[in-house]
């Protein structure tokens, strides 16, 4: 004689099938699909826009990187003159700690940390410390924003020609090239990726 299945332990199995069905789809042909479209069609983007010279990964045009004087094979912490610098990264910009200092605009610290700043990049670009634009002593929110403003572009263009040899015209020209507008032609404003620009540089001097 057969048994019929009580209703608790139908529903338990009904729920069991219901959750192996959308584990399947959510978990893994969801997952597929949109990887394939986007290798297929934005396969750059989705592999992390990388920047690559000669065939090697040398960064990623979404995360800023320090353009240092190296000293055997170590970081010497100092800004290397023959590159265009980045603006301020609160965290070395290490993609693994992505943040500001949370350092509100009347911190004490924060001012006078700015000031500092001001004073150093103004005598290193060779500029007047009320040219210094603000980018060029402020950090981004994620602390590894690759851009910078026109601006701060321009202001190094005199001392990456005299630390390279080349002719300022010819360094303010690059510039010019690897400058983005504005989005939809009106919103924010132009910048220059720095990473994309120092890569530039470096393959025509």
Do not use: C, W
């Amino acid at each position: 004689m057969s048994r019929t299945v009580p209703a608790a332990i139908r529903n338990h199995l009904a729920a069991l099938r219901i959750l192996l069905l959308l584990t399947v789809i959510t978990g893994i042909i969801y997952p597929l699909a949109v990887t394939g479209v986007a290798q297929a069609a934005f396969s750059h983007k989705a592999n992390g826009s990388l920047v690559k010279d000669n065939g090697h990964v040398v960064g990623s045009s979404l995360i800023g990187q320090s353009f240092d004087l190296m000293k055997n094979g170590k970081d010497t912490g100092h800004p290397d003159p023959k590159f265009f610098q980045p603006r301020f990264s609160a965290g070395g910009y290490d993609p693994t700690a992505s943040g500001a200092s949370n350092l509100g605009p009347n911190n004490p610290d924060l001012i006078k940390s700015i000031k500092d700043r001001k004073a150093a990049i103004a005598a290193f670009d060779g500029v007047n410390p009320k040219d210094v634009p603000a980018d060029a002593v402020t950090a981004s929110g994620s602390g590894l924003d690759p851009d910078i403003s026109r601006a701060y572009a321009d202001e190094q263009v005199d001392r990456v020609a005299k630390a390279r040899g080349l002719d300022p015209a010819a360094v303010a020209k690059l510039v010019a090239q690897n400058t983005h507008s504005r989005s939809l032609g009106f919103l924010g404003e132009r910048y220059v990726n720095v990473v994309q620009l120092n890569l530039a540089l470096t393959k025509t001097a």
